[in-house]
């Protein structure tokens, strides 16, 4: 996937507003640099000004935004973060975001409102625990120590590390080091999904 491409995917959540700070700063240059990415957000714009003024967008552009929403396109422009994350190929990476909407690839968690997705990881990671973490709204992580370095990367919503406070959303990588500890609750909105690598202390 083209950088401008991964731009493309960026520009609905632009809109909206709903970019990181780092995210938004990137679009930002992109579009600077790209005359077809700002006709592109132009457009994309231009519907959703349509739409809440209740009229009927016009069709091209909508559909193209509404294509960017659906089901797992909606995390491409993460494919290149969670394939990096886990030490997969790319494509291997597609293949599980478009998994997160199938409630049956999902297996009960250790508290309650939590869902986990084992995944198998590359060769960087052996020994350690790679699995896709989803926490509905106010569910807690509970408290665990790290026997290794922990790195969680927010793929959709968000969550609040309980003891600092410190929320962190969407794109953003969480790094824990080793022999520290902490839980964390999701924040309100959509469920929070999050890729997570991480090997636990025996006495946690």
């Known amino acids: 996937m083209s950088e401008l491409d991964e731009m493309a995917g960026l520009l609905a959540e632009y809109a909206l507003g ?61 494919v290149p973060a969670l394939a990096s994350h886990f030490d997969i190929p790319e494509e291997r990476a597609v293949e599980l975001v478009n998994a997160f909407d199938e409630p049956a690839r999902w297996g009960e968690g250790p508290a309650p409102g939590l869902s986990l997705m084992p995944v198998e990881a590359g060769p960087r990671w052996a020994g350690f625990l790679t699995v896709v973490v989803r926490l509905e709204p106010g569910a807690q992580l509970p408290m665990h120590t790290h026997a290794a370095r922990e790195q969680v990367l927010v793929l959709e919503g968000g969550y609040r590390d309980d003891q600092s406070g410190r929320e962190f959303w969407r794109g953003e990588v969480d790094v824990r080091e ?13 469920a929070c999904i999050c890729a997570s690598v991480v090997k636990l202390a025996e006495d946690a």
Request: hydrophobic fraction near 35%.
């Open 18 to 78: 709903t970019l990181s700070d780092e995210e938004r700063a990137r679009v930002e240059a992109a579009l600077s640099q790209s005359p077809a990415l700002a006709a592109q957000l132009q457009d994309l714009e231009a519907s959703m000004t349509v739409v809440t003024m209740s009229l009927r967008p016009p069709e091209e552009p909508w559909k193209k935004v509404c294509g960017t929403l659906e089901g797992g396109k909606r995390f491409a422009h993460l």
């Open 178 to 190: 080793q022999g520290t500890s902490h839980s964390f609750t999701a924040v309100e909105g959509p």
